[in-house]
């Protein structure tokens, strides 16, 4: 269930990011397109990844701070006028939202995963006794 949270968040997060770039890519002046573009398809990568892999607590990790990282940069950006910069546009406010529950539920993952050694011993003994019979 985390797992679907974390990953659904993620793919907003990135949707938002995707939706606010893609009209302003013709703009050469503004990195700030490209640099969404960028961290809108890594931030799907994981996701993907999220789903797919074993519980990686480095994955999560990686999750949490990359929607944190948007999160404090969005915060950075608009630090004088924070909430006139939310009310101004709805689309933050969803991309906002998503990632808060998105930290939350790649945190708890990454807290309710055992370390990635043991991951890795009992992906390895999967494989052994796979081979043995």
């Known amino acids: 269930m985390l797992r679907a949270v ?10 938002v990011h995707l939706l606010w ?6 703009d050469p002046a503004d990195a700030r397109p490209y640099v969404f573009l960028l961290a809108g398809v890594f931030t799907v ?7 797919r892999a074993d519980e ?11 929607l944190g990282a948007f999160l ?3 915060v950075g950006w608009h ?6 910069a939310l009310a101004a546009e709805p ?16 945190l708890a993952l990454y807290r309710l995963a055992p370390p990635t050694s043991v991951v ?14």
């Open 45 to 51: 990568a994981v996701a993907v990844a999220t789903l």
């Open 72 to 74: 404090v940069g969005y």
């Open 79 to 84: 630090s004088g006028s924070l909430i006139n």
């Open 56 to 66: 990686y607590r480095r994955l999560y990790a990686l999750g949490a701070g990359t």
């Open 91 to 106: 689309l933050a406010i969803v991309g906002k939202g998503a990632e808060i529950v998105g930290v939350v539920a790649f």
């Open 6 to 15: 974390a990953a659904q968040t993620a793919t907003l997060s990135a949707t």
């Open 120 to 133: 890795l011993e009992r992906r390895d003994g999967e494989r052994a006794e796979g081979d043995s019979a």
């Open 21 to 26: 770039a893609w009209p302003r890519l013709g």
